[in-house]
C-alpha cells in the first residue's frame, strides 16, 4: 500500500503560481508512473501531466505554464503551476502507479487538494 498526500493548493489571482507536492508514503523510485490529475465541478478527471519511464507528457491546455517533477530522496512529486487561469479551478489529485509482485498494474490516489483562480 502506497500513500499519498498533496498540499499545496489554495486561491490565487489570475497569471500568478502555486506549487502542488504530493508526499508519497513509499519510495516512488520503484513507481511506474506518477501523475497528476484535475477534476473541475461538473466535468470529468483528466490528466493534466505524467511522468512515465523516461518521458514526461502533459495536457495541451497547460503545455507551457506547468511543470511536473520529483524529488526521489524525499519521495515527492511537485506540480509547478504559473500563469494560472481560472479555467485551471479544479480539485487536483496525485497518482502513482506501481508493478505489483504479480505484474498487475496498481494505481494510487490522493485526496485532493482545492486549487481556485479567481480575482
Known amino acids: 500500500q502506497v500513500q499519498l498526500v498533496e498540499s499545496g493548493g489554495g486561491l490565487v489571482q489570475p497569471g500568478g503560481s502555486l506549487r502542488l507536492s504530493c508526499a508519497a508514503s513509499?519510495?516512488?523510485?520503484?513507481?511506474?508512473?506518477m501523475a497528476w490529475y484535475r477534476q473541475a465541478p461538473g466535468k470529468q478527471r483528466e490528466l493534466v501531466a505524467i511522468q512515465l519511464g523516461g518521458s514526461t507528457t502533459y495536457a495541451d491546455s497547460v503545455k507551457g505554464r506547468f511543470t511536473i517533477s520529483r524529488d526521489n530522496a524525499r519521495s515527492t512529486v511537485y506540480l509547478q503551476m504559473d500563469s494560472l487561469k481560472p479555467g485551471d479551478t479544479a480539485v487536483y489529485y496525485c497518482?502513482?502507479?506501481?508493478?505489483?509482485?504479480?505484474?498487475?498494474?496498481?494505481?494510487?490516489w490522493g485526496q485532493g487538494t482545492q486549487v481556485t483562480v479567481s480575482s
Open positions: 497518482n502513482a502507479r506501481y508493478y505489483s509482485v504479480n505484474g498487475d498494474l496498481i494505481e494510487y
Open positions: 513509499g519510495s516512488i523510485v520503484r513507481a511506474r508512473a
